[in-house]
């Protein structure tokens, strides 16, 4: 008997789950649709914890919302997690236009490194300088939508994993997709709350705090790394009772379209000409100001793939077909400047066609000559602060934090953002940007990796497979070439080598006499084993080894985590002081201590394979690249050093401060234009008192000799208008007069014929 | 548009006068005279006056600036299609004036000279009703062409400087481009027409 019960429970308690999978499955998006009523749909719902098991109000132990269990209920939680906001935590993410990235600061250590996923050019990738999701989130979780990084736990078999952040994030929990962050629109929605509960490592519960729905008492960074979630109530959930209605269920006062209220936390600017107490005397951007909000232009279907603004009608400066699948630019054409206020000509319906979109002005640009559209982009002329001598410096809410009340707030000043710099844009014009110019200590080194390639893609084994190949050359190693340069592996080693990553350590036999029927006809193409090394990629051509050129074998710089410096140079760079000169900035560097942090460095056992050579210690900042060459530090012009800037499209300023309105050209074809001829600040840790400064020509491409001559020309502009509307008055008047000659001749003779 | 208009225009003058000039040298018209001033090729004289002389250096000028700006204007036009920028755009601009000026005086001193004569109206009615004419020295080609180029210099000129103020927007300073770019086409072709003219008058 009890036999047929334990299996009847057991058939209903599979058929119930099987139940909730379909019943989820048939929900999942059901929110997504649009029936045409443009009523706003009222979300009374029900609260479900990353369980899945509805929170009511008289749980004992009430878990935090799970975003992706509520919302998920009818929204397509997986589809929204492909857009811009959530799906830069892998390494294969789209790289769009140039934007605004994270950027790592440590005052101590004097960096700042621009880091991004997106293949944005100046960027790093997280995992070039070993930041693995934890430490993303430990970084940058301030000003976080939720999603990617922030679900990347890693799993039970993943042996790369850090022993330490495997047992803290079940403690604290996924950083899901915070929904309510940008569409719920109740003023009790608290940003700076979840960025409190994300410095507390309570992922967890960072969109249940900030909602208002509910207080956490708890910290779980404070925690013992074995606390069980499971079983432990240390993290305590405090829901407001009266927000639950007789069904259990919550009012969220959500919208489709969020208000620019949520964006601004994320995408605020703060200008340092006038910080603090006279932030008052700052206009905001003339739409918002018009009384549109962000997502008006910025909009976005159920995959969140957020208009972006900077596609022209005409051409997709991306350059990448991945970007055309997943982002119409025909549709977010019509949204872009040009879209809205010219019409884009190559839209598919009329509307489009005609622009104007919200009542968009169509301008009539009176007086500027049709070149300066072709080599200008709006936001040259309309957008960012007005270009002064010398640039200024902006914060912003992402890089700097800004917007984190109470014992929480910081007030830090790096990174310096340098504004407005006119610089070229991907599409060959020039328009505003922000820029800051990179600094720390880092390797260049030629990469040297055992991998494979697919396509054009060279990608290095994983971890148990070049365990493999360090225990094979180990076994076999020859002792005469260990002895010489372990660096430098004989053809017939590498050979060897290969062939083994080949067989994936099996006997090749093997693998060659595997029955024909077992192979997969329509499989992907086989991956091919190389090695890289020496700056030439090695692969084999039947048993021949054949070395090639190829750019994963170039000579790269990749930044130093700003951790590891520390260890290694702490004391040299004064880490431990506790009154630095400056607070939260620059804190003043020297050559001397450059030379000496570089030589720790050299001296430095670092963790490497036989194969591999030793780094070379680098250091950037300024725009230079510092090494040292013969016991000298040595500075060199270096890609690397390049500062990195994107381009900005806020705030607009009304037309009449746009650049050249109402015919002031001078505004830029003036011998001191700051537009032309501005000073672009320099930004470094090395004698951070002394200003340093480049031509905006430079970033422009602009010849500063052309254009001082085209200014020279404006001084007598005026002189020639007058003096051509003179000279055609007085030769109009000649013509006329003769013309009327020759009227009375033809009238005269036309009536002398009766 | 513009460029291939250019690039016809332009052939069909050029093949003209190479035409003319071949019937011209098969009919055994070009002489040339002994003795002549260096400068006779455009009608200079010992005997001129001072406002002679200053109305055939004045000619001279306006061609040699009209011919700078052609060579500015259409140098990139007609190769790659592009609108004239950079120094290009400079010299141009720079020169438009010294032209200008030229142009007016030549138009207030030859004026009255190149009024249309009895014998040249006949003429001229003839040829538009398609009639046969005996005009062997006729000068009516020469006036033509010099009241077309200096009717056509007066839109040139006013056309590039109404942009430089505030009363056109993007679809005007377009028409007023477009306006600028065929009237200095028609000034080109007419004064390459009237030049030859004088030349092969002078060179005789």
Not at chain 1, 94 to 120: A, F, H, K, M
Not at chain 1, 538 to 544: C, M, N, Q
Request: hydrophobic share 35%.
């Amino acid at each position: 008997m009890i036999q047929i019960i334990r299996s009847l429970l057991s058939f209903t308690l599979l058929a119930g789950a099987l139940a909730l999978g379909q019943a989820a499955e048939k929900g999942k998006g059901l929110g997504d649709g649009h029936d045409g009523n443009r009523t706003s749909i009222t979300h009374l719902i029900t609260l479900y914890d990353e369980a899945g098991l509805p929170i009511k109000a008289t749980d004992k132990q009430p878990r935090p919302i799970s975003m992706r269990n509520t919302c998920g209920e009818c929204h397509d939680y997986d589809k929204m997690a492909t857009g811009w906001h959530f799906h830069s935590g892998t390494t294969n993410v789209l790289s769009g236009r140039v934007g605004e990235p994270w950027v790592l600061t440590d005052t101590r250590v004097r960096t700042q490194i621009p880091i991004s996923n997106r293949d944005w050019k100046g960027t790093y990738s997280p995992n070039d300088i070993n930041m693995t999701a934890w430490k993303f989130l430990k970084q940058f979780s301030s000003h976080f939508p939720g999603g990617n990084y922030g679900e990347m736990e890693p799993s039970d078999d993943d042996l790369d994993a850090d022993p330490e952040e495997f047992l803290r994030w079940p403690i604290s929990g996924k950083y899901e997709i915070n929904c309510l962050a940008c569409h719920h629109v109740d003023r009790k929605q608290n940003q700076s709350d979840a960025a409190l509960q994300a410095a507390r490592e309570n992922y967890r519960w960072a969109a249940t705090v900030a909602s208002g729905l509910a207080t956490v008492k708890g910290t779980a960074s404070e925690l013992d790394e074995f606390y069980d979630p499971e079983t432990e109530y240390k993290i305590i959930t405090s829901y407001d009772k009266s927000r639950f209605d007789s069904n259990n269920k919550v009012f969220l006062d959500i919208v489709r379209k969020p208000p620019s209220n949520r964006c601004y936390y994320c995408h605020s600017t703060q200008d340092l000409q006038t910080p603090g107490r006279d932030e008052w005397v700052h206009n905001e951007d003339v739409h918002l100001a018009s009384g549109m909000s962000c997502a008006d232009c910025h909009r976005n279907g159920v995959d969140h793939m957020i208009g972006r603004g900077d596609i022209e009608p005409s051409g997709n400066p991306h350059g990448s077909a991945d970007y055309l699948k997943n982002f119409d630019p025909k549709k977010h054409a019509s949204y872009s400047c040009q879209g809205c206020h010219l019409g884009n000509p190559n839209a598919e319906n009329q509307a489009d066609k005609m622009g104007g979109h919200l009542g968009a002005p169509i301008p009539e640009h009176k007086g500027i000559p049709a070149v300066h559209f072709e080599k200008l982009s709006c936001t040259a002329c309309h957008s960012g602060r007005l270009p002064e001598e010398n640039t200024a410096r902006v914060r912003t809410a992402r890089m700097h934090k800004l917007g984190l009340h109470g014992r929480h707030a910081m007030n830090k000043q790096l990174p310096h953002v340098v504004t407005p710099v006119f610089a070229k844009m991907a599409n060959g014009k020039i328009g505003p940007h922000n820029m800051i110019w990179p600094s720390f200590w880092g390797t260049r080194y030629q990469p040297s990796f055992w991998g494979t390639k697919t396509g054009d893609a060279v990608t290095p084994l994983p971890f148990e497979l070049e365990d493999m190949v360090v225990d094979h050359l180990s076994e076999k190693a020859d002792r005469d070439d260990i002895e010489s340069d372990p660096t430098k592996l004989s053809d017939e080693r590498i050979t060897a080598v290969l062939k083994l990553i080949a067989t994936g350590g099996g006997d090749q036999e093997e693998v060659e006499n595997e029955p024909p029927g077992d192979a997969e006809p329509e499989a992907e193409p086989k991956p091919e084993p190389v090695f890289v090394s020496g700056g030439k990629l090695y692969s084999l051509r039947g048993d021949a080894l054949i070395s090639t050129a190829h750019e994963a074998a170039d000579t790269t710089i990749k930044p130093l985590a700003p951790g590891l410096v520390r260890e290694i140079a702490g004391d040299e760079l004064g880490v431990e002081n506790e009154n630095p000169e400056r607070v939260n900035d620059w804190i003043a560097l020297t050559e001397d201590q450059i030379l000496n942090v570089l030589k720790l460095f050299n001296d430095h056992d670092w963790e490497l394979q036989s194969w591999q050579p030793k780094p070379e210690p680098v250091y950037v900042a300024g725009g230079k690249l510092y090494s040292i060459n013969n016991k000298v530090l040595v500075k060199d012009d270096h890609e690397a050093a390049e500062p990195y800037k994107w381009p900005i499209a806020h705030d607009v300023r009304p037309a009449s401060q746009s650049l050249g309105s109402n015919g002031r050209c001078a505004d830029c074809h003036d011998d001191t234009s700051p537009f032309i001829f501005g000073k672009v600040e320099v930004d470094t840790p090395i004698n951070p008192g002394e200003k340093q400064i480049k031509s905006m020509t430079e970033f422009g491409e602009l010849d500063p000799g052309y254009y001082q001559s085209f200014a020279f020309t404006f001084l007598f502009r005026p002189w020639l208008k007058g003096l051509v509307i003179v000279a055609c008055a007085v030769g109009g008047l000649v013509l006329l007069l003769f013309a009327l000659k020759a009227m009375d001749r033809l009238v005269t003779a036309a009536g002398r014929k009766k | 548009m513009f460029q291939s208009i250019s690039w016809a225009s332009l052939t069909v003058v050029a093949l003209g006068i190479v035409i003319h000039v071949c019937a011209g040298l098969g009919a055994g018209q070009v002489k040339r005279k002994a003795k002549r001033h260096p400068l006779g090729w455009c009608g200079w004289e010992n005997d001129l006056d001072k406002l002679g002389k200053l109305k055939r250096l004045a000619g001279i000028v306006a061609v040699v600036s009209l011919l700078v700006m052609t060579l500015t204007a259409f140098s990139g036009r007609l190769i790659a299609n592009e609108l004239m920028t950079g120094y290009a755009l400079m010299i141009h601009v720079g020169t438009a004036p010294v032209f200008l000026l030229c142009a007016v005086f030549l138009l207030i001193t030859w004026a009255h000279q190149c009024r249309l004569t009895e014998d040249e109206r006949a003429e001229l009615t003839a040829r538009l009703c398609f009639q046969p004419v005996k005009a062997k020295d006729s000068l009516l080609l020469i006036k033509l062409t010099f009241w077309g180029a200096m009717f056509l210099t007066v839109p040139a000129c006013l056309s590039s400087v109404a942009v430089m103020f505030t009363i056109f927007g993007t679809h005007g300073q377009d028409v007023l481009v477009g306006v600028h770019q065929y009237t200095g086409l028609g000034l080109v072709l007419l004064t390459i027409i009237h030049v030859y003219l004088v030349l092969r008058r002078r060179l005789k």
